[in-house]
């Protein structure tokens, strides 16, 4: 069986985290491609691109200060880049977000594609009452 690449769809501090672990891991085992795309909003931090920093300084300065992201894992500001290629999807984003964004990346996801998600819900009185 191929290496299954992975793609982290959000990169806050949540998302941050999650790609510091899954990049560490994927590179140890033969089963994933050791390669990690995580979509970023992009956002100019002090005159430079979100992406470019997170490219060469491996940290999301803005949401994970001081922790360095491994080097395989790719900061993409395109979403339809990003999943490119990859088996499986790791949600990491506002869920708020989640309509507009599947809605971008759908015609771009690849058959058999499975997703993860990491998505953080807030509490509502409807689910206290359960």
Same mark, same amino acid.
């Given at each position: 069986?191929?290496?299954?690449?992975? =793609?982290?769809?959000?990169?806050? @501090?949540? %998302? +941050?985290?999650?790609?510091?672990?899954?990049?560490? @891991?994927?590179?140890?085992? @033969?089963?994933?491609?050791?390669?990690?795309?995580?979509?970023? &909003?992009?956002? /100019?931090?002090? %005159?430079?691109?979100?992406?470019?920093? /997170? @490219?060469? !300084?491996? !940290?999301?300065?803005? &949401? *994970?200060? %001081?922790?360095? *992201?491994?080097?395989?894992?790719?900061?993409?500001?395109?979403?339809?880049?990003? #999943?490119?290629?990859?088996?499986?999807?790791?949600?990491?984003?506002?869920?708020?977000?989640?309509?507009?964004? =599947?809605?971008?990346?759908?015609?771009?996801?690849?058959?058999?594609?499975?997703?993860? +998600? *990491? /998505?953080? #819900?807030? +509490? =509502?009185?409807?689910?206290?009452? #359960?």
């Amino acid at each position: 069986m191929p290496a299954q690449k992975v =793609c982290i769809v959000g990169s806050g @501090n949540w %998302g +941050s985290s999650i790609a510091k672990i899954i990049g560490h @891991n994927v590179k140890a085992s @033969n089963r994933f491609n050791p390669m990690v795309n995580m979509w970023v &909003y992009e956002e /100019i931090i002090e %005159g430079r691109k979100l992406t470019e920093i /997170i @490219n060469t !300084e491996h !940290e999301n300065v803005k &949401y *994970l200060p %001081g922790h360095k *992201l491994p080097k395989n894992v790719v900061a993409v500001p395109d979403i339809t880049e990003a #999943v490119k290629g990859a088996k499986i999807l790791i949600f990491v984003i506002p869920h708020q977000f989640i309509g507009k964004l =599947c809605n971008e990346m759908k015609p771009h996801v690849m058959e058999g594609a499975i997703g993860i +998600s *990491l /998505i953080k #819900v807030r +509490s =509502c009185k409807k689910w206290e009452a #359960v």
